[in-house]
């Protein structure tokens, strides 16, 4: 059985006339003491819907992300075990920090054009590609579409 599961955390935004400000990784240590010290933050940004960034397993690598504009699906799932999956769709009106542990392969989707997300990692970039493993999106079937309900 896992430690830790990929899990979403909310976080607020306060607005006011003059914009919003969201602090989405205060207490960094309250989401889970494991992380260690964040080392990297980066962005990504999908210019069109539909793209698909993924998947991407790492044994040491905690990840933390946050859309800051459109909206993305996420997918984690263990390699080994394709019953333990959990997907997640956060947007700039849905804030969400997404948790993803070391041990779960994990990637996302952008849902609308111009999509942009922020990235945090316990890991530098140079220890990250030593800790990387990647599968091809369509390697646990297809996760990726969007199911009319």
């Not at 964040?38 to 933390?64: A, D, L, Q």
């Not at 699906?73 to 070391?102: D, G, M, Q, T």
């Amino acid at each position: 059985m896992e430690k830790f599961k990929p899990k979403t955390i909310e976080y607020n935004i306060f607005a006011d006339d003059r914009g919003f400000f969201a602090p989405f990784l205060e207490d960094i240590e309250k989401i889970n003491p494991e992380i260690g010290r964040i080392k990297r933050v980066y962005y990504v940004r999908n210019p069109s819907k539909g793209t698909i960034r993924g998947f991407h397993y790492h044994e040491r690598e905690w990840k933390i992300f946050v859309v800051v504009k459109g909206t993305a699906k996420f997918v984690c799932l263990k390699p080994e075990n394709l019953s333990e999956k959990y997907v997640f769709v956060a947007s700039e009106r849905k804030p969400l920090l997404i948790v993803v542990p070391p041990g779960f392969a994990n990637g996302w989707m952008s849902l609308e054009d111009d999509t942009i997300l922020v990235s945090a990692s316990n890991l530098t970039t140079r220890e990250s590609l030593k800790d990387d493993k990647r599968f091809d999106p369509y390697q646990f079937g297809d996760v990726w579409t969007v199911k009319g309900r």
